[in-house]
């Protein structure tokens, strides 16, 4: 589809952004075609909280556009993607002269509850952490709680299925595939790409360029474009921390930090719990970003403050780190800087149009889409109205609360399967479930076992379907399975997935526990 091929559109980068932005251009009628330079979500959009929400701390700067619009999205995005995205309530402990007076908390709650947007999520109440069974891993010293509703989302996932529906409307994706110039000619957009799995450049066409690269936005202005001192967006590094299960309770908690930053404690891969975010500002590559010692220590002690049981180093099993790309507003402090997003149009008479996304969240993609649609119907000319919010994702099409009768239905036609793995396949396939699983009518039916829940026939699927080339890909992007297998087992993992595509991950790369 390069050579002659034109296409309207013409997107740099394979995060939520541009993959949502991609999806809902196709779904309007633009052909389009989308490079990413590593894998899907490889970058800012696999490295977050993994929270749809509207953002309470926002609140605190005012950022009441942005709250509100998130509040909206949450439910319309659980809609969308049930499978990956679920309701989730959340506790904030109180306790006397802590970081914020009760008051100023519950203010910032009932605002939550009243911006907009929530029909099916219960609204906030007050617990007796002395009764609760939320207060049994606190410190006896936090006597009571606020309890709230947000959302929690597969984020890697998410954005694969974004990548997966917008290739099914006709969309040309390639991941592993880097930009490597794009210039005007003759009121066109002309791209180089290179091919990383083959090695194979290729050329195509474009009415109009989208720089959706997250963390590489300038790079990608300074080093595809060659512009000089680009500077639009501010690096900021959050790392978390996985660490065995702290707490039963299905809630997640809410911690206020001394230094007015605050953290998540959050029920993790079933047998796990999350505990981030760290904000400071990030300098290096962010490709190669890591969590330092002080991170560590400061998540540490952070939770220890909170949980009766201390959160060692030790304890940890897995880290993660990642790079926000905020657009750069001249803030003091890492965590006071915008997380609205800002959308800039590069257009002269007779030259083919730029689009730069800067900033976002994963909670707001869809909307920012949509935003960047206008510029881009105002640019080139409209095709379509706006329809994502009324649709499904790939495996979606269930009621966003029917997620265990899914599950039940998937063990009934699969008896052989037990809970833990039919809810899995159900979290990551939806209603896609029964056609990985196919005419399995026992374990053997479905291939080589590789560990934890993970078998062939899912291997298979996520290489064949969902662009998966490695076997870090599948352990820690497409599955979490990683946290479940040995080393060796994803030596082996990795040898398969090598025979499958030709290419594997070398097994320190996939190693990634803390």
């Known amino acids: 589809m390069s050579g002659e091929n034109i296409f309207d559109l013409f997107v740099i980068g394979g995060g939520v952004n541009g ?5 809902d251009a196709v779904g309007r009628g633009y052909s389009v075609a989308l490079a990413e330079k590593g894998d899907f979500a490889s970058g800012t959009s696999s490295a977050a909280t993994k929270l749809i929400h509207g953002g309470l701390r926002y609140l605190e700067h005012y950022e009441f556009r942005l709250v509100r619009e998130a509040l909206m999205e949450r439910e319309i995005l659980w809609a969308m993607a049930p499978h990956v995205i679920w309701p989730m309530r959340f506790v904030l402990p109180m306790q006397k002269g802590g970081v914020r007076p009760s008051w100023m908390v519950r203010l910032g709650l009932f605002l939550y509850d009243n911006l907009g947007g929530r029909k099916l999520l219960p609204p906030t109440r007050t617990l007796d952490l002395r009764q609760d069974p939320a207060g049994k891993p606190l410190k006896p010293v936090f006597a009571r709680a606020f309890e709230y509703s947000d959302g929690w989302v597969d984020d890697a996932r ?12 006709g969309a040309m994706i390639m991941n592993r595939t880097r930009v490597v110039s794009a210039r005007r000619e003759a009121g066109i957009w002309l791209i180089e790409t290179l091919d990383e799995k083959t090695g194979r450049p290729a050329t195509h066409r474009a009415r109009m360029l989208v720089n959706a690269a997250g963390p590489w936005v300038d790079k990608v202005l300074s080093g595809v474009f060659g512009r000089n001192d680009v500077r639009n967006v501010r690096l900021v590094q959050g790392s978390h921390i996985i660490v065995r299960r702290k707490f039963s309770d299905p809630r997640a908690y809410f911690f ?7 953290i998540f404690a959050i029920p993790y891969e079933r047998d796990f719990t999350l505990i981030g975010t760290t904000d400071r500002d990030y300098q290096g590559d962010p490709a190669k970003v890591r969590i330092s010692e002080d991170e560590i220590s400061y998540l540490c002690n952070a939770a220890s403050e909170y949980f009766s ?13 990642g790079v926000r790309p905020l657009f750069d507003d001249g803030a003091s402090k890492a965590q006071e800087a ?11 008479e007779g030259e083919a149009p730029l689009l730069n996304i800067f900033g976002g969240k994963l909670t707001t993609y869809r909307r920012l889409a949509e935003h960047a649609l206008e510029k881009i119907g105002a640019a080139i000319g409209e095709k379509g109205k706006p329809w994502t919010a009324g649709s499904h994702l790939p495996g979606g099409d269930f009621g966003a609360e029917r997620y265990e009768a899914q599950v039940r239905a998937l063990v009934s036609r699969y008896g052989f399967l037990d809970q833990g793995h039919a809810g899995r396949l159900v979290r990551n396939y939806g209603t896609k479930a029964a056609q990985l699983l196919g005419s399995a009518t026992d374990a053997s039916g479905l291939g080589r076992h590789f560990g934890g829940t993970l078998y062939e026939c899912e291997v298979r699927w996520l290489v064949e379907r969902e662009w998966a080339f490695s076997a870090e890909d599948i352990l820690w992007r497409r599955t979490k399975q990683g946290l ?18 030709g290419a594997g991950e070398k097994p320190e790369a996939m190693a990634q526990r803390a």
């Not at 993959?19 to 999806?23: L, S």
């Not at 479940?484 to 595509?501: G, I, N, P, Q």
């Open 338 to 348: 915008t997380r609205d997003y800002v959308l800039k149009i590069e257009q002269t």
């Open 484 to 501: 479940r297998l040995s080393k060796d087992e994803a030596v082996a993992l990795d040898e398969f997935v090598t025979l499958l595509t």
């Open 19 to 23: 993959c949502g932005i991609a999806r």
């Open 158 to 169: 998410f954005v694969v299925l974004n990548a997966r529906d917008a290739a099914d409307r």
């Open 309 to 321: 049981e201390p959160v060692r180093p030790e304890d940890i099993v897995w880290t993660y780190a």
């Open 256 to 262: 206020q930090n001394p230094d007015n930053r605050i």
